[in-house]
């Protein structure tokens, strides 16, 4: 399987809220750095279901292919 692949399985039925992103939840991942732009949004009032952000679509594809690359990893060694 491709990142590619692996990136749209990963996101397929996901939302966009304050508390889950894109399938990262914040309760699992809370440093993960796309919070703080998710903050900024929920303090200025703009509905994170409509932005187009693309720093922080670069930050979501970052999350998944470090996991693709920790899967691919974990499934190769044993």
């Known amino acids: ?14 939302q966009k809220l304050y ?3 894109m399938g990262i939840y914040k309760k699992e991942y ?14 200025t009032g703009v509905d994170i279901k409509r932005s187009d952000d693309y720093l922080l679509s670069l930050l979501v594809r970052n999350f998944y292919y470090t ?3 920790q899967d691919k990893y974990i499934h190769n060694k044993f």
């Open 67 to 69: 996991q693709f690359l």
């Open 1 to 14: 399987m491709n990142f590619e692949t692996y990136l749209q399985e990963k996101l397929r039925g996901t």
């Open 19 to 21: 508390y889950n992103y």
């Open 30 to 43: 809370p440093k993960w750095p796309g919070w703080k732009l998710i903050q900024e949004y929920r303090e």
